[in-house]
């Protein structure tokens, strides 16, 4: 590194950057965040390096975003990507004021209620619900933008099968709810969910329902571990005599029966099967690995071996029958 300026030397000496822990204060809420500081090299005093320093407040805005479950900027962008939509024509559509995403995109960050309002844009349905009721808050330039966004996003839902739509969309509205600890600050997320089930079908070997109960509820609780801020399919989960299970999930794979998977009842429960094949395309690496880490760990287990096991955590020995399953627990989840 270049030699930098140092006040109490009065002149320019070489530098040690050390990687340490500090604690800093941001929203009312103590940051703890591994930073770089450098220090000169004559008297040990601690030196300022803009570059530095501007890189240690990203880092201490991540990590409370992440701790918090506070939408990024970059989430942000991809949002106003997916909808062909500007900042100043979502604030006004969701009826808030015109610079308020301007400034979020610029690095404030936003409230809880902010937050979980653009999280839950994330799911088209959610977004459609906002543009009918108050469409007529944009120009027609940016309500024509909008539509032929939403068109193409209908387009491959639908992908020319008018009953998958359908059932795509009553799932959209029965799991749709606000971003917040119990479903892992994650809207649902149709796609994710039924590819997570795909993944774990494609080997072939039998899956029972409440086997893929166990699946889905290690799999979002992991990458809510890892991530240390949001879950993958944006289920919710409760406490159940046989483990966690998703929320209303005889529903969730009622409707993708005989058109992603099919359901047979046999002596030892529920099989599910595959009628599509798994795609990796809506998966980030991050989120791969979760899925591969999850499957090696119970590869070849019974939905019983399964049930067990899960009664072990933290998350089923603190709660009661009936009981949401809070993603706090994911601290404690015994994979990693």
């Given at each position: 590194?270049?030699?930098v300026?140092c006040?109490?030397?009065d002149q ?18 103590p940051v703890k ?27 201490m ?17 991809e ?6 939509i500007g900042?100043k ?22 409230d809880r ?8 844009l ?5 977004f ?16 024509t933008k909008v539509?032929?966004?939403?068109e193409?996003l ?16 009553r ?6 709810m606000?971003p917040?600890i ?5 809207p649902?997320n ?5 590819q ?7 080997s ?10 166990k699946?889905?509820?290690?799999v ?6 890892r991530s ?7 289920l ?22 005989d058109?992603?998977i ?13 009628l599509a094949?798994f795609?990796?395309?809506v998966?980030?690496d ?5 899925l ?7 590869k ?7 049930s ?10 603190q ?18």
């Open positions: 590194m270049n030699k300026y006040y109490l030397c320019s000496s070489e530098v040690t950057v050390k990687k340490e822990e500090e604690i800093h204060t941001i929203k009312g809420t965040c591994e930073v770089e500081n450098a220090y000169c090299g004559q008297c040990g005093s601690k030196v300022y390096i803009p570059a530095l320093n501007d890189a240690n407040l990203d880092r805005d991540h990590t409370y975003r992440r701790q918090n479950g506070i939408i990024t900027v970059q989430e942000i962008e949002i106003l990507r997916q909808y062909n900042a024509p979502l604030a006004a559509m969701l009826g808030w004021g015109e610079v308020t995403i301007l400034r979020y995109l610029k690095g404030q960050i936003p209620a902010h937050s979980n309002t653009l999280l839950s994330k799911a088209p349905y959610v459609s619900r906002y543009f009918k009721q108050k469409q007529e808050r944009l120009t027609p330039v940016a309500r539509l032929r966004a939403m193409g209908n387009t491959k839902l639908i992908g020319g099968k008018d009953e998958l739509y359908e059932r795509s969309q799932l959209s509205q029965a799991y749709h606000q917040d119990y479903n892992g600050f994650v649902f149709l796609e994710k969910m039924v997570v089930i795909l993944f774990f079908l494609k072939g070997d039998p899956v029972y329902e409440t086997g893929m109960n699946l889905l509820w290690y979002d609780m992991l990458c809510y571990k240390q801020r949001q879950a993958l399919t944006g919710c989960y409760k406490h159940n005599i046989y483990g966690p299970v998703p929320l209303w999930y005889s529903y969730l794979y009622g409707s993708l029966d058109v992603y099919t359901l047979v009842e046999d002596k030892y429960g529920t099989q599910i099967g595959a094949d795609s990796t395309d998966f980030s991050d989120e791969l690995d979760v591969e880490t999850v499957a090696n760990n119970f070849g287990w019974s939905a019983k071996k399964i067990q096991y899960s009664h072990q955590e933290t998350a089923y020995r709660t009661t029958n009936g009981q949401f399953i809070s993603f706090e627990y994911a601290r404690d989840l015994s994979l990693s």
